[in-house]
C-alpha cells in the first residue's frame, strides 16, 4: 500500500489500484467528479459520513 497524501491511498488490491480515499472503497475520482458537477462539500460529508471535513 502506498499513501501519495495523508487521506489518500493506492492499493493493488483495491479498487484495481486506482487512488482511494484512506480507510474507504471511495475513488478519487468518484469525488472529483462530484464536485465537477456541482455538489457542494456539505452534500458529500452527508452522502459519505466516513468522510472527514
Known amino acids: 500500500m ?3 497524501a495523508e487521506r489518500i491511498t493506492i492499493d493493488d488490491k483495491m479498487c484495481n489500484g486506482k ?8 475513488t478519487v475520482n468518484t ?4 464536485l465537477s458537477s ?3 462539500r456539505e452534500e458529500l460529508l ?3 459520513p466516513t468522510l472527514e471535513n
Open 38 to 40: 456541482g455538489e457542494t
Open 46 to 48: 452527508y452522502q459519505y
Open 31 to 34: 469525488i472529483l467528479e462530484f
Open 2 to 4: 502506498e499513501y501519495i
Open 19 to 26: 487512488p482511494t480515499i484512506r480507510g474507504t472503497r471511495l
